[in-house]
């Protein structure tokens, strides 16, 4: 599988043999935090996303002169929304 993120905040895992679309997540909303504290994902255009332990690890939002503002760390494990196998 590669993992990839988007402009628009786009999370998306491709086959590696043929670059069929396996699954996608769009960050670009709101999301309450395991803290409670209200955070918004934005454009991915910092460092790519993490796979470690069975989890993915994606950074949304950019704090730069481009792209969607956001402020949250993504964290997607199987048996989650993401179903990777």
């Known amino acids: 599988m590669v ?5 628009d905040g786009s999370i998306r895992a491709h086959a ?11 960050s670009n909303r709101e999301y309450t935090t395991v803290n409670g ?16 332990c069975g989890m993915l ?3 949304s939002g950019n ?3 481009v792209g969607m503002r ?7 494990g199987v048996g989650e929304e993401t179903d990777f196998k």
Do not use: C
């Not at 993992?3 to 402009?7: D, E, I, N, Q, S």
């Not at 956001?70 to 997607?76: D, E, Q, R």
């Open 16 to 26: 590696s043999a043929d670059g069929k679309l396996l699954w996608s997540h769009a």
């Open 63 to 65: 704090g730069g002169l």
């Open 37 to 52: 504290v209200a955070a918004r994902g934005g454009s991915i255009d910092g460092a790519g996303p993490v796979v470690a």
């Open 3 to 7: 993992f990839t993120g988007a402009a």
């Open 57 to 59: 690890y994606v950074a």
């Open 70 to 76: 956001g402020n949250v760390l993504l964290a997607f």
